[in-house]
Nanobody, 128 residues
Framework: QVQLVESGGGLVQAGGSLRLSCAAS????????MGWFRQAPGKEREVVAA????????NHADSVKGRFTISRDNAKNTVYLQMNSLKPEDTAVYYC?????????????????????WGQGTQVTVSS
């Protein structure tokens, strides 16, 4: 079992930055692929980024490449999402998710249905 708590959301002007954190509890965190997803009103939940349990493999959605960076610190049971050059279209509730399946080396699930544990979400609002 993994429990996830996100923090770091808020209101920021376009062009600004935020860093989201996701604190995980549970002894399996270090072997869990982690992902960040977001959901805007009236839209489906979409993947933002994912990171392998060992850390070297990451994948970022095309819409955030070059602006967002996912990272993790297994010693702190925490995964981060650094968001720079924010745009109004980044406005959404951001969710942290954990995959309980130990994936093969380099495999990164990118669909919400492949993740088993979810945080409560944190609101990010970017004003123009």
């Amino acid at each position: 079992q993994v429990q996830l708590v996100e923090s770091g959301g808020g209101l920021v002007q376009a062009g600004g930055s935020l860093r989201l954190s996701c604190a995980a509890s549970g002894r399996t965190f270090s072997r869990s692929t982690m992902g960040w997803f977001r959901q805007a009103p009236g839209k489906e939940r979409e993947v933002v980024a994912a990171i392998s349990w060992s850390g070297p493999f990451t994948n970022h959605a095309d819409s955030v490449k070059g602006r967002f960076t996912i990272s993790r610190d297994n010693a702190k049971n925490t995964v981060y999402l650094q968001m720079n050059s924010l745009k109004p279209e980044d406005t959404a509730v951001y969710y942290c998710a954990a995959d309980r399946t130990v994936r093969a080396w380099g495999v990164l699930p990118l669909r919400a249905g492949e993740y088993d544990y979810w945080g409560q979400g944190t609101q990010v609002t970017v004003s123009s």
